[in-house]
């Protein structure tokens, strides 16, 4: 190698350099540092992965739930298989948090030149430092962020995986390039960028989902539910609206995934709203004429569990037959007075029949897309890792690496399954009482926040979103039936969600700081003194 590298530079070639020079600067990357932080990526990207599934996948499960729509077990095992779906077949953009163009992190600071780092390796210098600081510093957020992600999962609360992460990466690059490291972003509320982004969406989706999910569950409890009579016209409006909503959303999200073209010369988004009106008024007109009528007309309830997949029958009193069917062992009196509450829910039997299959439905379709958009926050520091250690120089992020994002996608099911409890019990039961149409108000609101801030470029926390779509829903429905606002607000449970909301003004400040101190010790131990 040193011959090679001596009579090269006798040579003085001066205008390119042979490909030959770049090989061996990338394979000496690959053995002194790449291999390494390669290695550590994955461990580390994997046990990240599992974290968020324990914290933001249980989101999606924590309402159905709460309401006995469906058993813990059946929740772990569908949550698991959608959130795999979502992450490998339907995953988008998974490295723009980390290293697109709305990154919090200053991403032209850590681009080496071509010709200054092949100089440097033919005269034995350090090569690549701008990408050994970068690799180092992904590695690092990963673990802040994972640490952050399982203590709030412990302490059951409800996280953003997204300011996690991102908050990570800033406290790395203030380290090593000071203020200059921040990309402060575009201010623009409609295309938030750097971070504006973290601000806009800490700010923005809560509030926006709070008011929505009042607003809805307020009007279809007191006009649709309360008042009884399901075969009503005013009722069955109300229950085919709510089925016109969940498919525009669903739908919207699926074509609005597709990077084609859309047809006569429309924007992709509007496309997709589009096609998401015309499903959904086709689903919401089947449901009026077909699947209503039928529901009502069944008797007993309808549960999902592995014991029997769609439970039939007479109800009887037994206070049995109105628990969650939890295929656990010593743990299952945590979720016991979610369902033991139902002596308190007014809701008839052709009601919960009605809202359980949209609220089954709901909750798979959030799992899907919380494993497609949310999969970045995991795996999107180990893609990067990943494409700068096959191509140190000018590396491409436009390749899908569909193992990577399976083994992301296995420890997120992983992590819904180990931990996912703490934090389904608390979004199911502990900030307010569950019943079926609430559980998929929540769901139903916070996919429509998702979707409006998808379509005017506002970054959402859909940990936020369900939170917020909890306590507006619940202050509606305690308000009707108290006949006071202050009725409603004593459905919520204010100091549990004060502690919810600390621990999200929290996350940002404590990743930042644990990934500037990591990073730090790292720095100095791995690479060198700054």
């Known amino acids: 190698k040193l011959i090679l590298l001596d009579s090269l530079l006798q040579e003085k070639m001066d205008v390119s350099y042979p490909l030959g020079v770049f090989e061996q600067m990338t394979f000496a990357f690959q053995q002194e540092f790449g291999l390494y932080m390669v290695f550590a990526a994955l461990l580390f990207g994997f046990i990240l992965s599992f974290a968020v599934g324990a914290n933001d996948s249980a989101n999606s499960w924590g309402t159905p739930v709460g309401a006995g729509t469906v058993s813990l077990g059946v929740a772990f095992f569908l949550g ?17 948090t980390v290293a697109g ?23 034995h210098k350090d090569i690549l430092l701008k990408e050994r600081t970068l690799v180092l510093g992904l590695v690092t957020s990963m673990v802040a962020s994972q640490i952050w992600q399982l203590m709030a999962t412990y302490l059951a609360w409800p996280v953003s995986g997204t300011h996690t992460i991102i908050s990570a990466l800033m406290g790395f690059t203030l380290v090593e390039n000071g203020s200059q490291g921040i990309n402060i972003g575009n201010p623009n509320l409609f295309d938030g960028s750097g971070v504006f982004k973290v601000i806009y969406g800490l700010l923005v989706s809560p509030i926006f989902t709070l008011g929505l999910s009042f607003m809805v569950y307020y009007f279809l409890y007191r006009f649709a539910i309360e008042a009884g009579k399901p075969k009503h016209l005013r009722n069955k409006l109300s229950y085919s609206a709510c089925v016109f ?45 077909i699947i209503i009528p039928y529901l009502i007309k069944m008797k007993g309830d309808l549960k999902v569990s592995f014991s029997l997949c769609m439970k039939k029958g007479k109800k ?22 979610i369902i033991e509450k139902d002596e308190f829910i007014d809701e008839s039997d052709e009601v919960k029949r009605i809202f359980r299959p949209l609220q089954l439905l709901a909750a798979c379709f ?55 409890k703490r934090v389904i019990v608390t979004m199911g039961s502990k900030i307010s009482r569950m019943t079926p149409s609430l559980g998929f108000t929540v769901v139903l609101t916070a996919s429509i ?4 801030c998808s379509i005017a470029g506002i970054p959402t926390s859909t940990t936020h979103c369900q939170v917020m779509g909890v306590v507006g829903a619940g202050v509606a429905k305690g308000w009707v039936d108290s006949g006071s606002f202050k009725g409603g607000l004593q459905t919520i449970d204010f100091s549990l969600m004060r502690n919810i909301a600390l ?18 010790v790292a720095r100095v131990l791995i690479i060198g003194a700054f």
């Open 101 to 123: 163009p709305k990154s919090v992190v200053n991403m032209a600071l850590y681009k080496s030149d071509n010709e200054t780092e092949c100089n440097n390796f033919m005269e």
């Open 366 to 420: 959030g799992a899907l897309t919380h494993g497609s958009n949310d999969v970045g926050n995991c795996i999107g520091p180990l893609v990067t890792v990943w494409y700068i250690y096959q191509t140190p120089i000018n590396y491409s992020t436009e390749t899908q690496l569909y193992g990577i994002l399976l083994w992301g996608g296995i420890g997120i099911s992983l992590g819904l399954v180990c931990f996912g």
């Open 316 to 337: 009887t009193e037994e206070p049995k037959e109105e628990t969650i069917e939890i295929e656990c062992e010593d743990n299952c009196s945590a979720t016991m007075p």
């Open 245 to 289: 909503l969940i498919f525009l959303a669903i739908t919207f999200t699926f074509v609005n995934m597709k990077k084609s073209a859309a047809p006569g010369g429309m924007s992709n988004k509007g496309f997709s709203f589009l096609m998401g009106s015309v499903v959904g008024l086709l689903c919401a007109v089947a449901f009026f004429f």
């Open 449 to 452: 926040v998702v979707m409006i």
């Open 503 to 520: 621990s999200w003004i929290v996350t940002i400040p404590f990743a930042l700081v644990l990934s500037s101190m990591l990073y730090a």
């Open 80 to 96: 698991s298989i959608m959130e795999m779906l979502g992450s490998v077949f339907l995953s988008g953009e998974v490295v723009a």
